[in-house]
């Protein structure tokens, strides 16, 4: 098994910052991409960023130029740098993971999730 533990969401004031931390652990022999999804209420689960493990990055256009996704290979874990924060980033924000654990099995791990709340 694979599991996916989120830390750092919280309140803060529109245009402050948050930093999401994502830590994968269990089971892993590969993790090739790890990335950030959020949910709002009421709206479905859209993509924020996503890192391959060679470094390419793909952003949501609305979070492009204020958030910044990174990665720690041998750590497993992946980061969000939310920075210009708008009301309207609002939502439960969830760590995803696509890779191959020590029985060789590709898998799509998801993580709790953890609310960030923008206040205007």
């Known amino acids: 098994q694979v599991q996916l533990v989120e830390s750092g969401g919280g309140l803060v004031q529109a245009g402050g910052s948050l930093r999401l931390s994502c830590v994968a652990s269990?089971?892993?022999?590969?993790?090739?991409?790890m990335g950030w999804y959020r949910q709002a209420p009421e709206k479905q689960r859209e993509l924020v960023a996503t890192m391959t493990r060679g470094g390419s990055t793909k952003y949501f256009d609305s979070v492009k130029g204020r958030f910044t996704i990174s990665r720690d290979n041998a750590k497993n874990t992946v980061y969000l740098q939310m920075n210009s924060l708008k009301p309207e980033d609002t939502a439960v924000y969830y760590c995803?993971?696509?890779?191959?654990?020590?029985?060789?099995?590709?898998?799509?791990?998801w993580g709790q999730g953890t609310q960030v709340a923008v206040s205007s």
């Open positions: 995803n993971a696509e890779g191959i654990d020590k029985a060789w099995r590709q898998g799509i791990y």
């Open positions: 269990g089971s892993i022999f590969s993790i090739n991409v």
